[in-house]
């Protein structure tokens, strides 16, 4: 097992790491629209979603993965009227390749945030 940590992507805001690889498999945590140096996007829900995604491409890359190696995206959401915003900008980044993922509304995520994206990513 091997814990995944870059300074190009927003440090843990607890005790959990940015991410486990496990044998080929990368694990990231929920990424929330934090820059690297931990300040919140407040724009609107597309710029959060790219923020986020801008988070997991640092994670994944320092993993050994990219976003073309997701296989599993957990997507959650703090306003399912958001849903089409965030899965239009999901789609520039999953544009051929189309992980499995799941999206879910919650009552409220860390920091206030309006996403939160999750992986699971072979390592090249």
Known sequence: MRVV??????AAIGPY???IVVNNLFYSSGQ???????SMIEGDVVEQTHQVFRNLQA????AGASIETVVKATVFIKDMNDF???NEVYGEYFS???PARSCVEVARLPKDAQV??????LVK
């Open 5 to 10: 940590s870059t300074k190009e992507a927003p």
């Open 59 to 62: 994670v994944l890359s320092e």
């Open 17 to 19: 790491s940015q991410g």
């Open 116 to 121: 939160e994206i999750e992986v699971i990513a």
């Open 96 to 98: 051929n390749h189309k």
């Open 32 to 38: 929330i629209p934090l820059t690297a140096e931990g």
């Open 84 to 86: 089409g915003a965030i």
